[in-house]
């Protein structure tokens, strides 16, 4: 079975084939760090984190290059700069390094690169300068613009005709502009603000050109996958696309274009501009990042989502009870498949849906398994499709002893002492103590479970 991908520049699915098997490129649209990162700007981060490992497994770790840049140069970082009193790049290394933190414990992966803008701004001065030597932009006011009318099939990706973009899109409107659609690649620093040197004079890039300029630059001119949500379609990806195929004349830039659906908060795209945001940071102080990240797979990647607390505790319930079942044979080492189970749905186009109903099997499977071999083969194919997915990393028991940032309660060791107390009176026949213990720990939200090797216990639900 081929991996099968809906490639937006053709609205269609389509058999995924590599340029280079050996060195499969796979670029990410990643943030503007300027403060916490939203449940919604980790939809893309989990999705494409998902299909890093697919091509992993596809064509092996060492033959997949990842890219997922960072936008530290920008008016919103600038803005938050001000603000705070930081410098720039205070706030920069401040926000990258909890972008870090929050998407690491969502279950992400280090992409293989992770350039920043800043370091490739001669990448950009030098691709500018090319499409105005090819007569793509032109340089006006200490601004460079790229010029739509020079490339005639400008809106193929997008599918939309210039007009209806110009209407549909906020178009600044300024007197250097030799029409209202051209972008800007260039423009002049502000007082304050940062700037580099330039043959248009001291300035800084536009937003469009850092892609396009940083792709070329680590990736080459052609490269199999470029994703993001589906938001960046226009302006942005359509613009990255303009300049890059009049930069290289026409050689071919990305050969499949994904972009993940919005994540709806209320029935309204989560935005920072709507102001109706759940950051990360947030929700990881009231629910385990595995839990966020099964929630976020509960839909395919190309549907709108709807981001509630019931989701996040479903999918807890979900992985607790994949947890149970490992709890149960902890001591068993697990048989890995040769084929991982769970690879099948996400051959096609990322079916996380399916994915996860094969893990409710294999949870199955491994609950009803009575011999040694089978158990070992069925915790091998749980965990082997869990790994493919991002999920069940954790130890079991470290798992049901998670609680939210902050919680009171009983900690760990005085939860141990209280059981080992109760088993104290069990074995003194003193059930009335053992039955009060097991009250205190009940009242305390700590499940008790007793079996042939033991008592085994777990939080309550978040």
């Known amino acids: 079975m081929s991996l099968a991908l809906y490639n937006t520049a053709t609205r269609r699915k389509e058999d995924f084939r590599p340029i280079d098997p050996s060195n499969v490129r796979m670029y990410v649209c990643g943030p503007t760090v300027y403060s916490y990162a939203h449940i919604g700007n980790a939809r893309p981060v989990i999705v494409f984190d998902l299909l890093f490992r697919v091509l992993s497994e596809l064509y092996g770790a060492d033959h997949v ?31 990258t390094e909890q972008y870090n933190i929050d998407m690491a414990a969502v279950g992400a992966l280090a992409p293989t690169l992770t350039p920043r803008a800043t370091e490739h701004i001669d990448d950009m001065v030098r691709m500018i300068g090319r499409l105005i030597d090819k007569g793509h932009a032109y340089a006006a006011e200490g601004h460079v613009l790229f010029s739509v009318a020079s490339m005639p099939a400008y809106g193929a990706l997008s599918g939309r005709n210039l ?7 906020r178009v600044e409107v300024a007197p250097y502009k030799q029409a209202p659609a051209d972008f800007v690649l260039w423009k002049p620093a502000k007082d304050g603000e940062p700037g580099w040197d330039s043959p248009w004079g001291l300035g800084r890039p536009g937003w469009h050109i850092e892609c396009s300029a940083m792709i070329e630059a680590l990736l080459g001119r052609t490269i199999d996958i470029h994703g993001g949500g589906v938001d960046l379609i226009f302006p942005h990806h359509e613009n990255e696309q303009a300049q890059s195929l009049c930069a290289h004349d026409g050689h071919p830039f990305v050969n499949v ?5 919005f994540l709806d908060l209320g029935g309204e795209k989560m935005s920072k501009s709507l102001g109706n945001i759940e950051t990360v940071h947030a929700l990881l102080q009231r629910f385990p990042g595995e839990a966020l990240r099964y929630a976020m797979l509960s839909a395919q990647y190309r549907e709108p989502l709807d981001w509630n607390d019931g989701r996040v505790r479903e999918a807890k319930g979900a992985l607790d009870r994949f947890y149970g079942a490992l709890r149960a044979v ?12 769970v690879l099948a749905p996400l051959m096609d186009d990322l079916n996380t849906p399916q994915a996860q109903a094969v893990l409710h099997e294999l949870a199955t ?8 071999p ?34 009171g309660g009983l900690d760990d060791a005085e939860v141990e002492r209280l059981i080992a107390a109760r088993i104290d009176a069990r074995a ?4 009335a103590e053992a039955d009060r213990l097991r009250k205190e720990l009940t009242d305390a939200g700590i499940s008790l479970e007793d079996g042939a090797n033991g008592t085994i216990w777990r939080r309550a639900e978040v």
């Open 330 to 341: 902890a001591d068993i080492e697990p048989d890995y498949p040769d084929d991982v189970p």
């Open 257 to 261: 274009w994904m972009h993940n659906a």
């Open 374 to 407: 089978a158990k070992a083969a069925a915790k091998g194919a749980l965990l082997a499709s869990g790994e493919v997915l991002g999920l069940l990393g954790d130890d079991p028991e470290a798992w049901f002893r998670w609680r939210p940032a902050g919680a």
């Open 163 to 169: 007009d209806d973009m110009i209407a549909g899109a």
């Open 428 to 431: 003194a026949r003193d059930f």
């Open 365 to 372: 499977e491994l609950n009803k398994a009575r011999t040694l």
């Open 65 to 95: 290059t990842y890219a997922r840049n960072i936008t530290d140069v920008d008016d919103k970082i600038i803005a938050a700069a001000a603000a705070s009193g930081e410098t720039i790049r205070q706030v920069t290394e401040r926000t």
